[in-house]
């Protein structure tokens, strides 16, 4: 009995776990964090992108996507997940989620130009991006039927 409860322990968690990565490949979403991350690193490789801008702080406020299999309270978890293509787009879509969709430049709408301001610089949703990331990302939206963006999207910062 006792053996039997442990395993079902097991399979509820292990079930838990799973359910926590959404399968984004191929999905609007994807493409936008393929176009944050060519912005952020001038690479079209999300690896990259993640070991330049996704530390385990980063990953854990995202609600710790978690491979199948994998505990999300282990480090190990977090480089598993920063090699793997969808885990690296659920967690920079479950960090930029954090601001209760925070429309950065306020037009209005929520989209891949607020989530590269919150990728980059937080709630605060920073100030300019910089010429050669909006010059990237335009590049890559333009071919991607996503919204351009200028360097000086300001509105306002979050509520302090
Ligand atoms: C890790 O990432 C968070 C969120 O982007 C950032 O606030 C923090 O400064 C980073 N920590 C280190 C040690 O780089």
Redesign the pocket.
Known sequence: MKTFFVWVTFFVLYIHYSEQLQNLLNTDLHTCIKCLCHARTGCYRRTNCADY??????WR?AGYPTLPGDNPNSGQSYRNCMRDENCIVNTIVG?TNNFNNLDCNCDGVYDCRDMLKLHLY?EQCGDKVDDDRVRRFNNCASQNRLASMSSNELCRVAAQ
Not at 53 to 58: G, P
């Open positions: 801008s996704i530390n385990e702080t980063y406020r960090y937080g």
